[in-house]
Nanobody, 122 residues
Framework: VQLQASGGGLVQAGGSLRLSCTASGRTGSTYVMGWFRRAPGKQREFVSAITWNGSTSYADSVKGRFTISRDNAKNTVDLQMNDLKPEDTAVYSC?????????????????WGQGTLVTVSS
């Protein structure tokens, strides 16, 4: 599976951005899609994940502000980010793996897209 992420940019604190990830290749199987982020000088961290049938998982730091969704017909997964904070500044990457659990560990994902930079100014 090949993944292509888009939608990053610069936004002021309190603003919103929507990230999108499009999957191509062998997408006929059941895939879990996830978003991870890496802030400058920090380790990659889990943001959100969604299973093929719509079960979701969120990091505590984004719960209530971010919403993950997917369109299986279009092989896309989106991350709607509202009420953004400066600490959300990071490179966001989408990931995928076969399975039916919204995995939170990056080690469990085997397909990764390139990152897209989100910068939130204060």
């Amino acid at each position: 599976v090949q993944l292509q992420a888009s939608g990053g940019g610069l936004v002021q604190a309190g603003g919103s951005l929507r990230l999108s990830c499009t999957a191509s290749g062998r997408t006929g199987s059941t895939y879990v899609m996830g978003w991870f982020r890496r802030a400058p000088g920090k380790q990659r961290e889990f943001v959100s994940a969604i299973t093929w049938n719509g079960s979701t998982s969120y990091a505590d730091s984004v719960k209530g502000r971010f919403t993950i969704s997917r369109d299986n017909a279009k092989n896309t997964v989106d991350l709607q980010m509202n009420d953004l904070k400066p600490e959300d500044t990071a490179v966001y990457s989408c990931a995928a793996r076969r399975g039916s659990t919204a995995y939170r560990s990056s080690n469990l994902y085997d397909s990764w897209g390139q990152g897209t930079l989100v910068t939130v100014s204060s």
